[in-house]
């Protein structure tokens, strides 16, 4: 379970973030959906401490986040961004085992979860583990992003417009496989969106910002039927 509890960044006079308190139950999803500038991203680097609040605390299955290592967060959070941020210079096995080479995994454990994880997201490891980013479609390159981000098995997953750059179609198929693999592992997942539709199809919980604040939380059909 994540807990936020009254969390706030500001940069000068811009509240990005301001006072939201927000509770992600173990094993959901939870789509954070509001327009650009809401503060949706800043409010999923608050999370994983890539940036620091002004005020406020987060917490991670009972423990403060400020109490746990970076190395430990790394691993215990899973991140995602629009365009993957592989390493262009790594091979896709490479950055699969970003995070279990940080750890000091024996390269047998690493290299089975890379082909593990690949097979799960329908990318044959054989073929596609030694190719380098560029020589990935787009589609694949976002689900090698996801393969990087689950290596370690994360407590949670946090996903910032992890679809954006697909096209219609492709966007269905990521978004199949998410509910499919979030499903089969069980993993909490934070997906932030500023697509309504995505939101309501994939969240168990929907999270609306605007202007900073949390704005309405509760399930698509509660979000649907809100005045
Ligand atoms: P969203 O993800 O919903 O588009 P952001 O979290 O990126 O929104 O931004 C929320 C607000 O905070 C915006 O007004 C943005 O300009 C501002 N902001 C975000 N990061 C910074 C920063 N590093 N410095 C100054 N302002 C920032
Ligand atoms: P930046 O260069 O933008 O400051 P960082 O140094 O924070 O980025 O991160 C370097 C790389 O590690 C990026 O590609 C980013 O996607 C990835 N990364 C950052 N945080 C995490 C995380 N919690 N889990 C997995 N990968 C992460």
Redesign the pocket.
Known sequence: MIEIRNLSKHYGPTRAVDDVSLVVEEGTITALVGTSGSGKSTLLRLV?R?IEPTSGQVAINGTDTRQVPTAD??RR???V?QNH???PHWTVARNVA??PRLLGWPKAKTEARVAELLSLLSLDPDTIGPRFPHQLSGGQAQRVGVA??LAARPELL?MDEPFGALDPVLRGKAQADLRQIQAALGTTVILVTHDMSEAIGLGHRIAVMRAGRLEQHGTPAEILSAP
């Open positions: 994983n890539l967060l790394r959070i899973g991140y961004i941020g592989l390493f970003t995070v990087r981000a946090l």
